[in-house]
């Protein structure tokens, strides 16, 4: 691998696309690659085997493609399969950590919950989290399943009735105790940050770790020697396991420019989308 090869990213469908824009903002002049594993979501309620062999296909692919790093931009993929993924790729697999342990240490009310899925909840590297946090501190840390919504986000809906009603739902119990810190323990759920503000109020902070994420992606290439030339302008390849035609609108409205959203697996050269630097 050489400075000049990609990193790529993965996630069960578009909430990953949280986690690539903050890597971008890291990194402007890294060349990106996404998969959206559309075809196969949501991955909260599916198997940790499934999860894990998904993890290892699209891993392959993305190194296939050239990448020089690979984000695993899904929490229930990286409790099911981070680890395996470490010990049988050579190249950096950064995965996600839930801000647990910001979120505890911003709280004044001591009690701070966590929206997430199932998988996400009931995974070991969550467990271990919790528990060295736990250890640390004493703040009563809530955990909240939150299945459905991510198929709302899949479905583009960000704001409608059902997803204000479902997100309600989920955060009451939360609040009720005294939660003053809400974490968002799936990347999807960012595009839930305004109506998650609405319904529990100023007064409660929202944290998720896309912003540490791509910071950790900033330090393994760093230490590889791996980062990109600085001045140049990145640019961006989409792919989906899903009908691209389905999903093409949703990633473009989501990423906030246009996209080339190719299908799985692709000619490489397709799904290039060239994007200006900030």
């Given at each position: 691998?050489?400075?000049?090869?990609?990193?790529?990213?993965?996630?069960?469908?578009?909430?990953?696309?949280?986690?690539?824009?903050?890597?971008?903002?890291?990194?402007?002049?890294?060349?990106l690659?996404?998969?959206?594993?559309?075809?196969?979501?949501?991955?909260?309620?599916?198997?940790?085997?499934?999860?894990?062999?998904?993890?290892?296909?699209?891993?392959?692919?993305?190194?296939?493609?050239?990448?020089k790093a690979?984000?695993?931009?899904?929490?229930?993929?990286?409790?099911?399969?981070a680890?395996?993924?470490?010990?049988?790729?050579?190249?950096?697999i950064?995965?996600?950590?839930?801000?647990v342990?910001?979120?505890?240490e911003l709280?004044?009310?001591?009690?701070?919950?966590?929206?997430?899925?199932?998988?996400?909840?009931?995974?070991?590297?969550?467990?271990?989290?919790?528990?060295?946090?736990?250890?640390?501190?004493?703040?009563?840390?809530l955990?909240?399943?939150?299945p459905?919504?991510?198929e709302?986000?899949?479905?583009?809906?960000?704001?409608?009735?059902?997803?204000?009603?479902?997100l309600?739902h989920?955060?009451r119990?939360?609040?009720?105790?005294g939660?003053d810190?809400?974490?968002?323990g799936?990347?999807?759920?960012?595009?839930?940050?305004?109506?998650?503000?609405?319904?529990?109020?100023p007064?409660?902070?929202?944290?998720?770790?896309g912003?540490?994420?791509?910071?950790?992606?900033r330090?393994?290439?760093?230490?590889?020697?791996?980062?990109?030339?600085?001045?140049?302008?990145?640019?961006?390849r989409f792919?989906t396991?899903?009908?691209?035609?389905?999903?093409?609108?949703?990633v473009?409205?989501?990423?906030?420019?246009?996209?080339?959203?190719a299908?799985?697996?692709?000619?490489?050269a397709?799904?290039?989308?060239?994007?200006?630097?900030?």
């Amino acid at each position: 691998m050489t400075p000049k090869h990609p990193i790529g990213v993965f996630d069960s469908g578009v909430g990953g696309l949280t986690v690539l824009k903050e890597i971008r903002r890291e990194l402007p002049a890294e060349d990106l690659l996404y998969v959206a594993d559309s075809g196969h979501a949501p991955y909260g309620d599916k198997s940790p085997a499934l999860i894990e062999a998904r993890a290892v296909v699209l891993t392959e692919f993305l190194i296939g493609q050239g990448a020089k790093a690979v984000v695993v931009a899904c929490n229930t993929a990286t409790g099911a399969a981070a680890r395996l993924l470490r010990s049988r790729y050579p190249v950096p697999i950064i995965a996600m950590e839930p801000a647990v342990k910001p979120a505890v240490e911003l709280s004044r009310s001591g009690v701070i919950g966590v929206l997430a899925t199932r998988a996400t909840l009931a995974s070991h590297s969550f467990s271990v989290l919790l528990a060295r946090v736990s250890a640390e501190a004493r703040t009563q840390i809530l955990l909240q399943p939150c299945p459905g919504l991510v198929e709302r986000i899949e479905a583009g809906d960000l704001d409608g009735d059902y997803t204000r009603a479902l997100l309600a739902h989920y955060l009451r119990p939360v609040l009720e105790r005294g939660a003053d810190s809400i974490v968002l323990g799936c990347t999807h759920y960012p595009y839930l940050r305004s109506l998650i503000g609405e319904l529990a109020g100023p007064g409660v902070a929202v944290l998720d770790s896309g912003v540490a994420v791509a910071r950790q992606v900033r330090r393994r290439l760093e230490t590889s020697g791996l980062l990109a030339p600085a001045g140049r302008c990145g640019t961006e390849r989409f792919w989906t396991s899903a009908h691209p035609a389905a999903g093409w609108g949703l990633v473009s409205r989501l990423w906030e420019a246009p996209v080339t959203l190719a299908p799985l697996p692709d000619d490489p050269a397709e799904g290039r989308l060239p994007r200006g630097c900030t």
